[in-house]
């Protein structure tokens, strides 16, 4: 058996970051019940497995989600990920030929080196010399980009990045001490025994001209094993938890777990599965216009995942879901900071008694409009949809129109469930009394919450959806008015709801539709989501005279939006002048009555 006191930082530090993460992992997988437990067994062994394989593969390993953000960004962190992964892999293939044992030491394809003097007399034993020396290459160049990023991050695509723990540090700089130490380590013991291959042998044929190398060997191969022990204790602790982590959330997802309205044991891996990379930094928008930082899903997971309560990174946040569209991992940011509202505010604290009063009674219709409470601040669009309904004679029942009931979803983003709730069962009560077969809103608020928290047993659309369906069978027939438009994806009707293509296929027939860079999952939030608590005015009409100014950088002669919030947002954006370009700003429902020629409503 080969062995040498310096394997033991190593080995002792392989030992600890399996029991830790072994226990972690056990105590989320037991934090679900027994029914659930089964259904990830049922997974593993299932055909998923081979899907299951692949995306880890791809995502793990390859990193093929940050390529796509940035191919720099992308090759420097499959350096390490699949670099690494190639490196034990070849090393243990090389080590059992050589030592003709399949049942070898853990620690002897690390450190074959070390042990191995001579490593010619095998096959592939050339081969291998060059592999190995490839992959070394390979991290190191990785190495060096991750070096360069610190100075210049906009090589990588990014403008910011994020500030690290001590404990991220400590790991950090141990990580970046592994492979140089193993290129040290190797050359010097290349330049005593001629075992290197083209990078190491070369390296060690040099140093040898000016270093004594064989009092340096010995030292570096326990300098390389003490970086690889620390940065094993550490792992577990910092941020690079997330390496094996997010091999567990690939498989909870297999199996159909996400977070929804409690803090599982899924929400657990997810929180542990964030690697702090910072994509997320750039895309959120309170914070590249008011530089708060504690809401940004980096430090927000880190806060949970170290239980630390604070107010700030919790609820300033637009819940906008652009950083979610970023996030390498794929996390559900929205979902975890909604769980986390829902602990901390969830007391029942409004009285409803108006809920009972009579004026709130169904009428028997074929479609039920619901215009919902921003809709009825902004009446020109619900004049609008009344005006279209009226002219594709359409027998429908205005249910928000003299006595409004909330849809109860301002209450849930505020962390007021239980209050939500109370609202969501009597307009359930409303529907089901109707007898109607549809359900259209205006707000993607409104229409986000019938969708997917009410379980009704009716369709529900969004009024782009439904207009566009109106026109399609020929109950209004708009002309083109052949102006200029660009269209903006609400927040909660595009990444949050997926409708990007029935708007902008009704606006094709009434306009000249053109793309901005912002549009579709990457659409720039109007600023004014009331999902953020502590906004001010100035904040939010900051945000909201950005995010016009960038959709109207190519000069149309209308900016429409299909939200009663962000129409508001913009126009005052754009009327009170607080952008450069100034634009009208429409309903996709007034531009269609503009197209029908209502002209009264």
Not at 70 to 80: E, I, K
Not at 183 to 190: K, P, V
Not at 400 to 408: H, K, L
């Amino acid at each position: 058996m080969s062995y040498d006191p310096f394997v033991l930082p190593f080995s002792i530090g392989l030992v600890i970051v399996i029991i830790l993460i072994l226990w972690k992992y056990f105590r989320w997988v037991f934090l679900h019940d027994k029914s659930e437990r089964i259904q990830i067994l049922k997974t593993i062994f299932s055909l998923k497995l081979f899907s299951i394989v692949k995306e880890i593969f791809m995502e793990v390993l390859l990193h093929r989600r940050i390529f796509r953000i940035n191919p720099v960004l992308g090759y420097m962190h499959s350096s390490f990920a699949f670099g690494w992964f190639l490196l034990i892999l070849g090393g243990t293939i090389e080590s059992k030929l050589h030592n003709h044992n399949a049942f070898n030491m853990f620690y002897e394809p690390i450190f074959f080196k070390f042990f191995s003097h001579n490593i010619d007399g095998f096959p592939f034993a050339s081969g291998f010399k060059f592999i190995m020396d490839f992959i070394l290459l390979y991290i190191l160049s990785g190495l060096v980009l991750a070096m360069a990023k610190r100075l210049y991050k906009r090589m990588f695509g990014m403008k910011h990045t994020t500030k690290l723990k001590l404990v991220d540090r400590l790991a950090l700089t141990s990580l970046w001490c592994i492979f140089p130490l193993r290129l040290l380590a190797e050359s010097f013991t290349s330049a005593q025994y001629h075992n290197g291959g083209f990078l190491t042998g070369n390296l060690g044929d040099f140093l040898v001209t000016f270093l004594p190398v064989n009092q340096l060997a010995y030292p570096t191969w326990w300098a390389y094993s003490i970086a690889l022990g620390v940065f094993f204790v550490m792992l577990p602790y910092s941020r690079y938890m997330h390496i094996p982590t997010e091999m567990v959330l690939i498989i909870l997802r297999k199996a159909g777990f996400k977070t929804e309205k409690k803090y599982t044991g899924f929400s657990r891996v997810e929180v542990q599965s964030c690697s702090r990379c910072g994509i997320c930094l750039d895309a959120c928008q309170v914070y590249t216009a008011t530089q708060r930082n504690k809401m940004l899903p980096a430090y927000f997971l880190q806060s949970v995942r170290f239980n630390k309560k604070g107010k700030q990174g919790l609820t300033d946040c637009l819940m906008c879901g652009r950083c979610q569209e970023v996030c390498p991992v794929g996390i559900g940011v929205n979902a975890i900071r909604r769980v986390k509202r829902n602990e901390l505010f969830d007391e029942k604290g409004a009285e409803f008694g108006y809920l009972e009063e009579t004026k709130h009674i169904s009428k028997k219709a074929d479609v039920i409009y619901f215009a919902g409470c921003m809709t009825h601040l902004t009446p020109t669009i619900k004049k609008s949809m009344i005006a279209l309904l009226k002219k594709a004679e359409i027998n429908f029942w205005f249910m928000d129109e003299d006595a409004s009931i909330c849809c109860g979803r301002p209450l849930q983003l505020s962390g007021k469930e239980k209050d939500a709730n109370i609202l969501a069962d009597k307009n359930r009560e409303l529907i089901a009394n109707s007898g109607a077969k549809l359900l259209v809103t205006s707000c993607p608020i409104c229409y986000k919450i019938f969708k997917e928290d009410y379980k009704l047993n009716i369709k529900i659309q969004h009024h782009t959806e439904y207009l566009n369906e109106l026109v399609n069978i020929g109950k209004l027939k708009p002309v083109n008015l052949n102006f200029s438009a660009v269209y903006h994806d609400p927040c909660d009707l595009g990444r949050g709801s997926g409708i990007y293509n029935q708007p902008r296929e009704l606006l094709g027939k009434i306009s000249v539709l053109t793309k901005t860079e912002s549009e579709k999952n990457m659409a720039l939030c109007c600023g004014n989501s009331l999902a953020n608590l502590p906004a001010g005015f100035d904040d939010k009409e900051l945000m909201a005279a950005n995010a016009a100014e960038q959709l109207c950088l190519s000069n149309p002669d209308k900016l429409i939006t299909s939200c009663p919030l962000c129409k508001k947002a913009f126009a005052q954006a754009c009327n009170e002048k607080k952008t450069a370009k100034q634009v009208e700003v429409k309903d996709i429902a007034e531009v269609l009555a503009e197209a029908v020629n209502i002209k009264n409503f």
